[in-house]
């Protein structure tokens, strides 16, 4: 079965420093999302990307985020100035239907900001 | 702000018995309500959905409940299983907004 997969699965950074979160959606997916979960809450939207183009985005998705899809494949989730409350596992997801109710979900990868 | 949540976030089910994990939602103009399941270490997956404009819609030991009258939403899941432990979140999507929003999980723990 086709899977959403994420690299790394833990990141450990200093803060203040750039991280880049990278996913490969599904291959036949066209729209791709960003979602954070901080131990233990629950999962918090960030961003929806389709067409080349954020579709929508949270107040959680500042300036010190951007998302990419620099070649056919993958998806990525920069973060330039990394702070200590950015630390939560990222969730990549991808789904092949307009308006995003069946998604597809990474592993995640676990940032910690230090 | 955030419009849908649960009521309970922990529920402990006999093995074999049905488990009912219950939401209550705000917003009426979500256009579908949707059940994910997150086990330890992995991203959430999706169980079931189910459009507004329905009440109940059935899959494979699973049950969605739509009562649009109290805002509530529920997942019954049939003959509940050691794998059935999870953390279950009930979401709610705007087709127009492209994306989903999270409520708050119900920890499901099975008694052997």
């Known amino acids: 079965e086709p899977e959403v997969t994420q690299t790394p699965s833990h990141q450990v950074t200093q803060m203040g420093q750039e991280v880049i979160l990278r996913c490969v959606p599904i291959s036949n997916h066209l729209y791709f999302y960003w979602y954070r979960q901080i131990l233990g809450q629950k999962v918090e939207f960030l961003v929806s990307f389709y067409n080349n183009e954020i579709s929508e985005k949270s107040e959680i998705f500042d300036d010190q985020f951007s998302v990419e899809r620099p070649d056919g494949s993958n998806f990525t989730l920069k973060i330039r100035s990394t702070k200590l409350e950015d630390s939560a596992m990222y969730f990549c997801?991808?789904?092949?239907?307009?308006?995003?109710?069946?998604?597809?979900f990474g592993s995640g990868t676990q940032l910690s900001v230090l | 702000g955030e419009s849908v949540g649960l009521h309970l976030p922990t529920l402990s089910v006999q093995e074999g018995d049905n488990s009912i994990i219950n939401c209550a939602y705000s917003n009426s103009a979500s256009d579908y309500f949707i059940w994910y399941k997150q086990e330890s270490g992995k991203g959430p997956q999706f169980i079931i959905d189910?459009?507004?404009?329905?009440d109940k819609r059935q899959g494979q030991r699973v049950t969605v409940l739509l009562n649009k009258t109290v805002k509530h939403l529920s997942l019954q899941i049939a003959a509940t299983q050691p794998g059935d432990s999870a953390v279950y979140f009930c979401a709610e999507n705007i087709l127009s907004a492209s994306k989903i929003i999270f409520g708050s999980g119900t920890r499901l723990s099975i008694r052997p």
């Open positions: 997801a991808s789904s092949e239907d307009h308006g995003g109710v069946k998604l597809f």
């Open positions: 189910i459009r507004s404009n329905m």
